[in-house]
């Protein structure tokens, strides 16, 4: 199928061909019939893509602080690839899209069913069911595409509370401007709207307003307290995009006492206390198109929100769009400018410099079931010819550690890139394409089904890796996991019984590749000289995530403990070079505005041979410590390590130290010693009964910390 991506490294708008995606539970699989270009966001992005590097970082301030910190732990080489990589990340545009259920995963929707919803632009778009509305019988697809961009201008309109015969401003007349005019007048309200451009001016007109025509240089404060007879407009609404504070400021002084204004577009911020404290005026941001946008439980999990208590979310804004188009109450057909067929949405693109370009629509002929490209499967470079001995690999996932990281990895160990699999293929088609696999997909059952591959790489959400960890061993693939291997004790235990039946035959391998570090390695050697039981102090200053990330769901992540610290429970089994008999685990206390307490723990391990040790995985430090230390005591001496990059000894026999030029952490060793495993006959490089002895450990410290143990 067609999509429209924009490169934000470069600013280059694409018409690529991506796989279909594949359904999931809580979403539709929509066929794209109209689709709305956002002109102000959208030509936002692509500014953002054609500015240079120095550009771009002025644009995003935040953004910069960020990357010096990352240089001052893992150095300038890897922060660089590292924010190269982001920026050459493909970017699906659109969230305006009306279109038909090709398949339905949502009570209460049916194939066939015209729905809207912010799905991007693209043939076949997957979009979750609160993201979704039904379009009335009587409103046409052209007219619904405009849904989701008249559900922010109504967001806004709600949170200025407007009452009847009330005043009110909107400055800027944009697609959002203008609609927002005809969701004030069908308030009640008598409406001013602020532009620079005539002919908008004129629609706003035609919607009932009175308007300020700053290309005329007519003068708003003037003209707002003569339209409100002399007492000061009740609300102002902003929907335009400028760096300028002046909207703002202008905006106050238009207000009558404790007037309230509301921004729903982006301008400069820099407030005036003066303006605000005399009158008493209230300043809100709109956020999007209402209740439960960026909240995961509402968006991902379909968890909506009950109706007594949140009232209007994105969903119930939606519909009430439609109901207002179904009764006439909104016309959205004097803002289409343009008309353009998919095929031709590089000329669309173009279009967005033309000031006179409003509502930009792009049809998709394509969007019956008989019709449209359903292929999950797509061929991306040159089919090669294999040999017996080689590793051939499919790989699950094609997020930004697969990419950056794994995918270069095993392709620098000498293995075959055969398919890569992503859920949505947008991913899938742009680093399958660079980095050299022969075909993308959408639905994981063409791996396990495939001859050719005869490896399997495991680089999606945590708890997908037990299942298809064991589909691929069941299929008779070598299995390589990027950790963690499993989420239960259960799962371990299916999975354990499943290696256990290929009598040795495939290799399971988990992504433990601190082990593999250089840096670590010859700690292994050193200590190897020393039969007396070590004391390991670990330190990992991992740094604040959401409580909201993916990570941090207990069903989807397992947490940070299970998914980052058991890099640690390995990495101290492998020096310590004996059998974990024993763990303690304990956390930061539960206390007011501390969100998740266990990523702030301690994990005790004790070995068979009297060593013993302590990870303390910690959320709450500064980015100006290292991110990962680790120091050993034995031997009358100690050794350090800062970073995998810089090994310490104080006092160590015959040893002063060593600086890398850059962090290694291992993950190309890691995978260079799976891959000479399989093509040489040899055992996998981490024993399994190492394997399942730590992804156990580090499941019960999981569990003992949440208290489930």
């Not at 409103?139 to 407007?162: H, M």
């Not at 290929?502 to 840096?519: V, Y």
Request: charged fraction near 20%; aromatic fraction near 6%; hydrophobic fraction near 40%.
């Amino acid at each position: 199928m067609k999509q429209i991506l924009q490169n934000l490294g470069n600013g280059e708008t694409i018409l690529a061909d991506v796989p279909c995606p594949h359904n999931k539970v809580g979403h539709l699989l929509i066929a794209s019939s109209q689709t709305l270009v956002s002109a102000g966001t959208e030509r936002m992005l692509v500014d953002f893509g054609k500015a240079n590097f120095i550009e771009k970082a002025r644009q995003q301030p935040d953004k910069v602080k960020m990357v010096l910190n990352k240089v001052r732990t893992d150095g300038i080489m890897p922060t660089l690839e590292a924010v190269r990589s982001k920026l050459d990340q493909p970017l699906p545009l659109g969230y305006c899209n009306a279109g038909i259920v090709l398949d339905s995963r949502v009570p209460g929707y049916e194939i066939g069913d015209r729905v809207v919803s912010n799905g991007h632009h693209a043939e076949v778009v997957r979009v979750p069911q609160n993201l979704c509305a039904k379009i009335p019988d009587n409103v046409d697809d052209e007219s619904a595409a405009f849904t989701v961009l008249a559900s922010i201008g109504l967001q806004g309109v709600r949170l200025a509370q407007p009452t009847l015969g009330e005043c009110v401003v909107v400055t800027g007349l944009g697609l959002i401007g203008l609609l927002t005019v005809q969701l004030l007048r069908a308030h009640g309200c008598r409406v001013l709207g602020i532009d620079f451009d005539s002919r908008r001016c004129e629609l706003a007109c035609n919607f009932g307003a009175e308007t300020v025509d700053l290309s005329k240089g007519e003068n708003p404060i003037e003209i707002a307290a003569s339209f409100s007879r002399g007492r000061g407009v009740d609300a102002v609404i902003i929907t335009a995009a400028t760096k300028s504070n002046e909207p703002v400021h202008q905006a106050a002084q238009m207000c009558r006492k404790r007037g309230r204004i509301v921004l729903v577009g982006v301008v400069g911020l820099e407030l005036s206390r003066a303006d605000f404290y005399e009158k008493e005026l209230s300043f809100q941001v709109s956020c999007s198109y209402g209740p439960g946008r960026y909240d995961p439980e509402y968006e991902n999990k379909g968890h909506d929100y009950p109706v007594g208590f949140v009232r209007w979310t994105e969903q119930r804004n939606f519909e009430a769009v439609l109901d207002m188009m179904s009764t006439g109450a909104l016309n959205v057909k004097p803002l289409i400018t343009h008309r353009y067929m998919l095929e031709e949405a590089i000329e669309a693109y173009q279009t967005l410099s033309n000031p006179s370009a409003l509502g930009i629509l792009l049809s998709y002929p394509n969007s019956n079931e008989s019709k449209v490209d359903l292929r999950r499967k797509i061929t991306l470079n040159a089919k090669e010819e294999y040999l017996p001995s080689d590793v051939v690999c499919a790989f699950l996932g094609a997020g930004n550690y697969a990419s950056r990281v794994l995918i270069p990895g095993f392709k620098a160990g000498g293995a075959k890139l055969h398919t890569l699999a992503s859920s949505g293929g947008v991913s899938g088609v742009h680093h399958g394409k660079k980095l050299g696999f022969t075909y993308t997909v959408t639905d994981e059952t063409e791996i396990y089904n495939d001859s050719e591959s005869n490896t399997v790489v495991i680089a999606t959400q945590h708890n997908l890796h037990a299942k298809q960890a064991l589909l691929a061993l069941n299929a008779g693939k070598h299995v390589f996991v990027e950790k963690p291997l499993a989420l239960t004790l259960e799962e371990l235990d299916e999975l354990e019984a499943a290696y256990e039946q290929t009598a040795g035959k495939q290799h399971l391998m988990i992504g433990f590749n601190r082990r593999f570090a250089p840096l670590v390695q010859l700690m292994k050697k050193l200590l190897s000289s020393t039969q007396q039981p070590k004391s390991f102090i670990m330190t990992m200053n991992a740094g604040a995530i959401p409580a909201e990330h993916w990570t941090q769901d207990p069903n989807v992540g397992g947490g940070r403990i299970l998914g980052e610290a058991c890099h640690y429970i390995d990495l101290m089994r492998f020096l310590a070079g004996s059998e974990i008999t024993d763990f303690n685990a304990t956390k930061m206390g539960d206390v007011p505005g501390v969100e998740v307490s266990e990523d702030k723990a301690s994990i005790t391990l004790t070995f068979a041979d009297g060593s013993f040790g302590t990870i303390m995985y910690l959320a709450n430090g500064g980015k100006s410590f290292p991110k990962e230390r680790i120091e050993v005591f034995s031997n009358d001496a100690v050794l350090q390590l800062d970073n995998f990059k810089a090994l310490r000894s104080y006092g160590w026999p015959g040893f002063k130290g060593k600086k890398l030029l850059s962090q290694d952490k291992g993950q190309n060793a890691c995978a260079a010693a799976f891959i000479q495993a399989i093509q040489q006959g040899k055992p996998t490089p981490i024993l399994a009964d190492e394997i399942f002895e730590v992804s156990r450990v580090s499941v019960k410290v999981a569990q003992s910390l949440k208290g489930q143990l």
